[in-house]
């Protein structure tokens, strides 16, 4: 039998083992700060730059309109200056929302160019608007029984105070108008056709919906198409153009 070792040999074989395991863990920890030193961690990827701002695009130009029915002063109810170089052509519905929003900017437009463009208003009332049909044929008695400024006026009213077939005789009544003139002239549906040929006209011109605005040049018969509520600077862009060197 081997003799078993003594307290003492066992206290230095211990103390054998201790250092051998201190020396392994003293040489993981200098081999790990090795290798970070010599392959560092990859550096953090660069911050994505905001993108450059571009140039603002120029707005695409207002559509051509075609076939435009001609514009007659005995027919037509013109606002501003007849013979401006200009006109606005708004085929409009008086019961149409976006309508009265562009009524303004049409106002807007007549007094930014002093003469230089006026306004004409064509019937284009919307079957689904139960009040637009009859407002349009009350305005056409009221361009009968006091003219065109009085045409005008009711139109304001309507705009301003709302399309409501039951209040068009107190609109009338408003204006100076008889009663009984007014409410015979819009029970005769004389001028049922009329509007229905202001329809015809602007959807053969290219409109397709309420406020459709043809800007037309009467001198070189120039049309462009501006559909919708557009705001005053989307006309001028167009009124400008085709003024040339006669802006304001």
């Not at 200098?30 to 701002?53: D, E, K, L, W």
């Not at 015979?184 to 290219?206: P, R």
Request: proline content about 9%; charged content about 20%.
């Amino acid at each position: 039998m081997k003799a078993i070792p003594s307290g003492n040999a066992w206290f230095g074989v211990s103390l054998a083992l201790l250092g051998v395991i201190a020396g392994y863990g003293i040489a993981l920890g200098v081999h790990g700060i090795s290798r970070t030193a010599v392959n560092p961690p990859p550096p953090q990827a660069a911050r994505q730059q905001p993108p450059v701002p571009s140039a603002p695009s120029q707005p695409a130009p207002a559509p051509e309109a075609t076939n435009v029915p001609p514009i007659d002063p005995e027919r037509d109810h013109i606002r501003g200056e007849p013979d401006a170089m200009i006109t606005v052509i708004e085929y409009s519905d008086f019961e149409c929302p976006f309508c009265k929003r562009h009524h303004p900017t049409m106002k807007q437009i007549l007094d930014a160019y002093d003469g230089k463009v006026s306004w004409i208003y064509r019937h284009y009332p919307l079957p689904f608007h139960a009040n637009a049909q009859p407002s349009a044929i009350a305005s056409e008695c009221a361009n009968e029984l006091g003219g065109n400024d009085t045409f005008w006026r009711f139109a304001d009213i309507i705009f301003e105070k709302g399309a409501d077939a039951g209040r068009l005789a107190a609109y009338a009544g408003e204006i100076g108008l008889d009663a009984g003139d007014f409410q015979a002239c819009v029970e005769s549906g004389k001028y049922t056709q009329h509007i229905s040929d202001d329809m015809a006209g602007g959807s053969e011109a290219g409109v397709s919906g309420t406020p459709g605005n043809i800007v037309y040049n009467l001198m070189t018969k120039e049309a462009r198409l501006v559909s919708g509520a557009q705001p005053f600077e989307a006309f001028k862009n167009v009124i400008d153009e085709m003024l040339g060197d006669h802006t304001m």
